[in-house]
């Protein structure tokens, strides 16, 4: 079974950036289609960002398209998630999950319930 552990959370002020990375052991993930979630207090799990195994198709949820940039680095099995000018609606837990498929089309790969393995979350927070 693999373990999924993000890292790189943290406070930051509104159009600041972050970059978030999430390392994987226990299985190659170059095989498995990745993506990012995230979820608000008092909020459902949302889709931020997915990626191909190989790393060339991408999708991206409408709020955060020309902000973040999803990218994988498979001889280091990590993914990571460049979040550039953030805003206070981007405060959540990000999480990083595994897709036990090819990513699909977005109608699927948006979907939480299509993801198998997940970290335990790192914590984003925009002030204004």
């Known amino acids: 079974q693999v373990q999924l552990v993000e890292s790189g959370g943290g406070l930051v002020l509104g159009g600041e950036s972050l970059t978030l990375s999430c390392t994987a052991s226990?299985?190659?993930?170059?095989?498995?289609?990745m993506g990012w979630f995230r979820q608000a207090p008092g909020k459902e799990r949302e889709f931020v960002a997915a990626t191909s195994r190989s790393g060339i198709s991408k999708y991206y949820t409408e709020s955060v398209k020309g902000r973040f940039s999803i990218s994988r680095d498979n001889t280091k099995n990590m993914v990571f998630l460049q979040m550039n000018n953030l805003l206070p609606q981007d405060t959540a837990v990000y999480y990083c999950?595994?897709?036990?498929?090819?990513?699909?089309?977005?109608?699927?790969?948006?979907?939480?319930?299509?993801?198998?393995?997940w970290g335990q979350g790192t914590q984003v927070t925009v002030a204004s």
């Open positions: 226990g299985r190659d993930l170059s095989n498995h289609a």
């Open positions: 999950a595994r897709r036990p498929a090819a990513l699909g089309p977005l109608a699927t790969a948006r979907l939480p319930e299509s993801y198998e393995d």
